[in-house]
C-alpha cells in the first residue's frame, strides 16, 4: 500500500499515526519540542504537542487509490497548477521556486 502526505490539524490528530515530516515547535526562537519525522504518536505526545501550541502535524496516511488513480490525479492537479501560474515570469527564481513547491505539493 502506498502512502501519502496530509496536514492534519493537530485537534483531528490520533495516536498511532506516524509522522511524515517533523513536528516542532519553537518558543522565541528556539526550538522547544520536537518530535522527528517517522515517529509514531503516542497520546502523550499529542498532549506534548498541544501545550506547546502546534496546530498542524504532517502525517502519512494509507492512500487505497491504484497507482493509475494517483497518476491521473497527479497528472490533472500538475495541469491545474500550470494554468495558475500560465502568466507568471518563470525566469523569475523565486516565481520558478514556487511553481515547483506548489508542484510538489499538489503531487503529494
Known amino acids: 500500500m502506498q502512502y ?3 496536514y492534519v490539524a493537530i485537534q483531528a490528530a490520533q495516536a498511532g499515526m506516524t509522522l511524515a515530516a517533523p513536528a516542532d515547535a519553537v518558543a522565541a526562537g ?7 519525522q517517522g515517529h509514531v504518536l503516542t497520546a502523550d505526545n499529542l498532549q506534548q504537542l498541544r501545550q506547546h501550541r502546534v496546530e498542524y502535524i504532517v502525517a502519512s496516511m494509507p492512500d487505497p487509490r491504484p497507482d493509475a488513480q494517483i497518476a491521473e490525479d497527479n497528472a490533472r492537479a500538475a495541469e ?10 518563470l525566469s523569475d527564481p523565486c516565481t520558478a521556486a514556487l511553481l515547483a513547491q506548489v508542484l510538489a505539493f499538489r503531487s503529494t
Open 30 to 36: 528556539s526550538r522547544a519540542f520536537s518530535l522527528p
Open 80 to 89: 491545474h497548477v500550470q494554468r495558475l501560474f500560465a502568466g507568471a515570469n
Open 4 to 6: 501519502r502526505k496530509r
